[in-house]
């Protein structure tokens, strides 16, 4: 399994980006998406993630609100549509897959994961 993240860039505070992270490979079965991000001198951290399946999603509290998962099944690909960017959700956004019908906050949990996208929010 391999994901490509893409759409980070820079942006004004209060802004918009759509990340997205492409799924490719042989997958079977349920399995989860979710996004981590990791500011500098900072742990990574956890954003969101989608079921495949069912589309059950789940946020971060940071994120709550602001943040938008959804998923399109024939392309494969995970979106990430953020609003109201903020200075404090500057970092470098990865995506992950799990291979299990459940989402996960840990990234302990995920089996694979795409290279990072850079957001940058100014003030």
């Known amino acids: 399994v391999q994901l490509q993240a893409s759409g980070g860039g820079l942006v004004q505070a209060g802004g918009s980006l759509r990340l997205s992270c492409a799924v490719s490979?042989?997958?079977?079965?349920?399995?989860?998406v979710g996004w981590f991000r990791q500011a500098p001198k900072k742990e990574r951290e956890f954003v969101a993630a989608i079921t495949w399946s069912g589309g059950s999603t789940v946020y971060a509290d940071s994120v709550k609100g602001r943040f938008t998962l959804s998923r399109d099944n024939v392309k494969n690909t995970v979106y990430l549509q953020m609003n109201s960017l903020k200075p404090e959700d500057t970092a470098l956004y990865y995506c992950?897959?799990?291979?299990?019908?459940?989402?996960?906050?840990?990234?302990?949990?995920?089996?694979?994961w795409g290279q990072g996208t850079q957001v940058t929010v100014s003030s």
């Open positions: 992950a897959f799990r291979v299990s019908y459940y989402t996960s906050n840990k990234d302990n949990d995920y089996d694979y």
């Open positions: 490979g042989r997958f079977f079965g349920y399995y989860a």
